[in-house]
């Protein structure tokens, strides 16, 4: 957990959804790494295929459809990477919640920002901390070991009517 204090956000909002509990990322990302090889396999495939002609005519062809393939196969291969990921910055002094995903060599993207007063509800059971936002999706637990951190966020919550 990080608490700042940011009085300017320039950063526009993510598309992307922040969770898919139902798996389904990881079903795209195995899909995409699927195609990937099998798109770079057939680009070899097509050079060592038994009873290949090697009229010029037919190379070009074969030339620019293996290169295309290696291109779009490398391509969804990388795509296929899994994202850092997001952080929550919960930020006491502006009541406001933020799921951020840091980027390397490029400015951090916010996914997701929902101030106190718009959470659908909050739960405590203990040190944890768990916020659903104003649609009631699950949006961040959170386990505080400071005790100051806590008593902000837990007294932040309290004041917008969103913790009993």
């Known amino acids: 957990m ?3 204090a940011e009085y300017m956000n320039t950063q526009p ?3 992307e959804p922040v969770s898919m509990v139902d798996g389904g990322r990881m079903i ?30 037919i190379m070009l062809f074969k030339l620019i459809l293996s290169l295309s393939a290696v291109i779009a196969g ?6 296929s990477a899994g994202q850092r990921a997001p952080e929550i910055e919960i930020d006491t002094i502006r009541r406001e919640v933020r799921l951020v995903r840091r980027q390397r060599g490029a400015a951090d ?23 659903w936002d104003q649609a009631g999706r699950f949006l961040a637990e959170v386990k ?18 969103k913790l009993a």
């Open 2 to 4: 990080t608490e700042t």
């Open 13 to 15: 909002k993510a598309i």
């Open 28 to 57: 795209i990302r195995g899909t995409q790494r699927l195609v990937g090889v099998s798109l770079t396999l057939a680009a070899l495939g097509l050079w060592l295929a038994p009873g290949a002609t090697w009229e010029s005519d």
């Open 74 to 79: 490398l391509g969804l291969i990388s795509q």
């Open 109 to 131: 993207q916010i996914l997701q920002s929902c101030s106190f007063a718009k959470l659908a509800h909050a739960e405590q059971d203990g040190n944890t901390v768990r916020l």
């Open 144 to 161: 505080l070991t400071d005790r100051a951190s806590l008593r902000s966020l837990v007294t932040g919550l309290r004041d917008a009517d």
